[in-house]
């Protein structure tokens, strides 16, 4: 069943719970290494790390963020982009606290018919001082299929 618009629109500034998230190094390093890219020096984290850290960080989950906008499964979801700003090296065995909300909901139609929900929610990473360590936002395209409007 499609969400109605309303519903949607009721998401955007939502918080997601936060909480604190470390990446291990064996961790870091197997993420690094499925990027078949060399390690990074002096526990610094492969960038590929906020694809999921931030997520996980948050106390959420994929199926979590799908439940939220009312998509069955990963084929319901495309990824129009993301964005990661970097405001100081993530590193290895450092705690970050993460918090994070949804920043817009927008619901449109393609030239075809077909209806989706722009989805994009942002998750910051802040170092133990409380600086702003990193930030990544993702914008997702929630399909909803051909619909007469």
Same mark, same amino acid.
């Given at each position: 069943m499609i969400p109605s618009e309303e519903y949607m629109l009721s998401l955007i500034g939502n918080r997601f719970p936060g909480g604190k998230r470390t990446i291990d190094r064996w961790?870091? /390093?197997l993420l690094t290494d499925c990027t078949t890219s060399p390690q990074l020096a002096d526990g610094l984290v492969h960038p590929i790390a906020l694809f999921h850290i931030p997520i996980q960080g948050v106390q959420t989950s994929i199926a979590e963020l799908f439940e939220i906008g009312r998509v069955e499964g990963a084929g319901s979801v495309g990824l129009?982009? /993301?964005d990661w700003e970097f405001f100081q090296p993530i590193r290895e065995g450092v705690e970050y606290s993460c918090e994070g909300q949804i920043l817009e909901v927008e619901r449109l139609y393609t030239d075809s018919g077909s209806m989706y929900d722009r989805f994009v929610f942002a998750i910051e990473l802040s170092d133990q001082e409380g600086e702003l360590?990193?930030?990544?936002?993702c914008f997702w395209r929630l399909r909803r299929g051909k619909v007469e409007h």
């Amino acid at each position: 069943m499609i969400p109605s618009e309303e519903y949607m629109l009721s998401l955007i500034g939502n918080r997601f719970p936060g909480g604190k998230r470390t990446i291990d190094r064996w961790e870091n /390093y197997l993420l690094t290494d499925c990027t078949t890219s060399p390690q990074l020096a002096d526990g610094l984290v492969h960038p590929i790390a906020l694809f999921h850290i931030p997520i996980q960080g948050v106390q959420t989950s994929i199926a979590e963020l799908f439940e939220i906008g009312r998509v069955e499964g990963a084929g319901s979801v495309g990824l129009d982009g /993301y964005d990661w700003e970097f405001f100081q090296p993530i590193r290895e065995g450092v705690e970050y606290s993460c918090e994070g909300q949804i920043l817009e909901v927008e619901r449109l139609y393609t030239d075809s018919g077909s209806m989706y929900d722009r989805f994009v929610f942002a998750i910051e990473l802040s170092d133990q001082e409380g600086e702003l360590a990193a930030r990544a936002t993702c914008f997702w395209r929630l399909r909803r299929g051909k619909v007469e409007h």
